[in-house]
């Protein structure tokens, strides 16, 4: 099999890679840069663990090929902040205990941002509709919700 | 795993001459949302498969738009630019909400409809649509393009009328901005699910409100997506009361009952059918007091 170059954009680095001709993108993201925020549940896009960020719509990483990325920006949920701060969607789950065994989580974060980027006021059925693709057994959502709701409230600037 | 090359043509006509030359061995490729679960579980349909041919990238394969009561809907077009178009909202809505219903966030964003067209799935969502639009396909193989119309796309479950070395390009269809259209599906579960069954509905009513067109097509009824003729028979030239819904319903699931025979799921799906298009009609004619 011959590898396929990429150049794509993650979490605002461009990076170029050889990638096997039929890798995930989850698969290179852990794989290749190491970036194991990302987690592999289901593998057939039914659980949205993977959910990453590209071009800015979340997407399950599961069901990507890494080799169509060529050109594109990748933001995973190590690049949502910077240094050791958290972002507010982060701080809004801690903040009401919207995780419990966290594996869900970056899946979680990351379909909320993709949500609250487009619509920094969201109605619960917009936030309802934004997660139901990511599937989590501990929370039963509500604390997820509320989250979503606080963490857009924060980044309006309404603390 | 299942293991092969990666081809990414620079254009439609590079595609072409590439699954030319690898008849059975190459998989045109799209959003990969059916495809990587179809290699994931080892499906049988891609044992000789060496090569998968990136579709995504190339520009004619996109985009939306109008043009003299005409719409084009390019083949690369997501279920989410589908869900989210403009046009779509004012002149084939009902297209629009097939695509919103089709798996989750995720899926859509990234799912095609040509992928979803090109997969063949029985189930599929925006398929009984483009059937109740009157669509056309529009393909193009290495010999030049052709249409294919929507209502000859699917042979069987899982087998298109493609020739492997054609591509589609995308579908166009006549505006609906004049008429009503209904999309109702039902599902196990309200994201993520494919649909049990579904129902497409393009309808118009003259100023008296005598039914002078219509177009519906049940998902998940017939063998093959298609419409059902013998009940849009019942309501052409009619005005709407509750009994004729009533008939032109049965007629529905009267013909699916001839078509594929009395089956596990019958018992099941002839009473869902029955109120699906009976809802569908409800909603979508003005109905005579």
């Known amino acids: ?159 | 795993m299942l293991r092969y090359d990666y081809v990414r043509p620079a254009s439609v006509e590079e595609a072409c001459a590439f699954l030319l030359k690898t008849p059975g061995r190459s998989c045109p490729i799209a959003g990969c949302t059916d495809f990587l679960v179809q290699v994931r579980e080892k499906s049988a349909r891609w044992k000789d498969l060496q090569y998968v041919v990136d579709l995504s990238a190339l520009p004619e394969l996109s985009g939306i738009r109008v043009e003299d009561g005409i719409v084009h809907v390019g083949a690369m077009t997501t279920h989410s630019a589908a869900e989210h178009s403009p046009v779509l909202a004012e002149h084939a809505p009902l297209l629009a909400a097939a695509c919103a219903s089709v798996g989750s966030p995720q899926i859509r964003n990234r799912g095609t409809i040509g992928g979803a067209v090109a997969n063949a799935s029985p189930a599929s969502d925006p398929m009984p649509v483009l059937i109740a639009l009157e669509a056309n396909a529009l393909v193009q193989g290495p010999n030049g393009q052709r249409t294919i119309p929507m209502s000859d796309m699917i042979v069987k479950p899982g087998k298109t009328a493609l020739a492997p070395d054609e591509i589609i390009l995308g579908f166009s269809f006549p505006s609906v901005a004049h008429m009503r259209t209904v999309f109702l599906k039902l599902g196990r579960r309200k994201a993520l699910s494919i649909s049990r069954m579904n129902v497409s509905l393009v309808v118009h009513q003259d100023a008296e409100g005598v039914i002078d067109h219509v177009a519906l097509a049940p998902g998940c009824v017939f063998a093959a997506p298609d419409r059902a003729r013998k009940a849009e028979a019942l309501l052409l030239g009619r005005r709407p009361d509750a009994a004729l819904i009533d008939d032109a319903a049965k007629a529905v699931a009267d013909e699916m009952i001839e078509r594929t025979g009395v089956r596990w799921s019958t018992e099941y799906k002839q009473p869902v059918i029955t109120a699906l298009v009976r809802r569908a009609l409800e909603n979508g004619t003005e109905v005579a007091e």
Not at chain 1, 115 to 134: C, H, M, Q, V
């Open chain 1, 1 to 159: 099999m011959e590898l396929v170059k990429v150049h794509m954009t993650v979490n605002g680095e461009p990076v170029e890679l050889d990638v096997k001709p039929y890798a995930r993108l989850l698969d290179v993201l852990r794989e290749d840069l190491a970036l194991t925020g990302t987690k592999e549940g289901c593998g057939v896009g039914e659980c949205g663990a993977c959910t990453v960020l590209v071009d800015g719509e979340n997407v399950n990483s599961c069901l990507v090929l890494a080799s169509s990325m060529e050109g594109k920006s990748i933001v995973t949920v190590e690049g949502i902040s910077s240094d050791e701060s958290l972002h507010p969607i982060q701080q809004a789950f801690l903040d009401h205990h919207a995780l419990q065994c966290g594996f869900c989580t970056p899946g979680l974060v990351m379909s909320v941002k993709a949500l609250l980027d487009k619509d920094p006021a969201p109605s619960r059925e917009a936030i309802k509709t934004a997660i139901s693709g990511n599937l989590c057994r501990c929370t039963g959502y509500q604390q997820v919700i509320e989250a979503a709701e606080d963490a857009a409230r924060a980044m309006r600037g309404e603390e």
